[in-house]
């Protein structure tokens, strides 16, 4: 079975800080896309990052960026200049099973940021 | 544009009841899957139907039941409520699958059965 692990139930941070969350997962697949969402207190989840699988090249958005190890199957979250509003449940996640329709998530991290 | 769409925001429903949920996806997107989130868990994909067919069940039971409509709105259905059941059921939408750019999910619909 294909499965996402975020070893990490809770975070804290403190504001401004750097904090970095971890997630493995285990496929057969070559080609595929990973992804870190956010769901806030509002529930909405929010795409915060995306990787593609045959990219060496980590991906970067503003604060956000990830270190994505292919041969070790592991896909970290760090968040940069850490702010209040980056308070949330953040999941790890990919298209399994070979589909490109379902998605597995992780358990989830809840981080909080501390003022 | 408005985002992912979902009805009612809260619902409250007895054992045994049924219950359905309904889910607009963004203007242009013709993919919407249904997720079930239980409390501190990450969601569960019960549902994706494209272009009006169902592509995708996870492992729910048949009480589970989804269907698409011609403007590409979807609704979930789940009968014989059990108290399991209570949960945030998550709507996503997309042009047509996962692809690169993951899902756009609406903000849910939190059941409770009492």
């Known amino acids: 079975a294909q499965t996402v692990t975020q070893s990490q139930p809770e975070m804290s941070v403190q504001e401004a800080e750097t904090v970095t969350l971890s997630c493995t997962y285990d496929?057969?697949?070559?080609?595929?896309?990973l992804f870190w969402y956010k769901q806030p207190p509002s529930r909405q989840m929010i795409l915060v990052i995306r990787?593609?699988?045959?990219?060496?090249q980590n991906a970067t958005e503003n604060r956000f960026s990830v270190n994505f190890q292919k041969a070790a199957k592991s896909f970290s979250l760090k968040i940069s200049d850490s702010q209040l509003g980056d308070t949330a449940m953040y999941f790890c996640?990919?298209?399994?099973?070979?589909?490109?329709?379902?998605?597995?998530f992780g358990k989830g991290t809840l981080l909080t940021v501390n003022p | 544009d408005a985002g992912v769409t979902q009805s009612p925001t809260h619902l409250i429903k007895t054992r045994g009841q049924q219950v359905t949920l309904r889910c607009s996806p963004i203007?242009?997107?013709?993919?919407v899957s249904w997720y079930q989130q239980v409390l501190g868990q990450g969601p569960q994909f019960i549902f994706q139907?494209?272009?009006?067919?169902?592509?995708g069940r996870g492992n729910f039971p048949d009480r589970f039941s989804a269907r698409q409509f011609p403007n590409y709105s979807s609704e979930l259905n789940v009968n014989a409520l059990l108290l399991g059941d209570s949960a945030l059921y998550l709507c996503?939408?997309?042009?047509?699958?996962?692809?690169?750019?993951?899902?756009?999910f609406g903000s849910g619909t939190r059941l409770t059965v009492v």
């Open positions: 139907y494209y272009e009006k067919e169902e592509r």
């Open positions: 203007s242009g997107h013709k993919s």
């Open positions: 496929t057969s697949e070559n080609n595929y896309y």
């Open positions: 996503a939408s997309s042009l047509t699958g996962v692809g690169p750019y993951g899902y756009t």
């Open positions: 996640a990919f298209p399994s099973g070979g589909s490109n329709y379902k998605l597995t």
């Open positions: 990787q593609e699988a045959y990219k060496q």
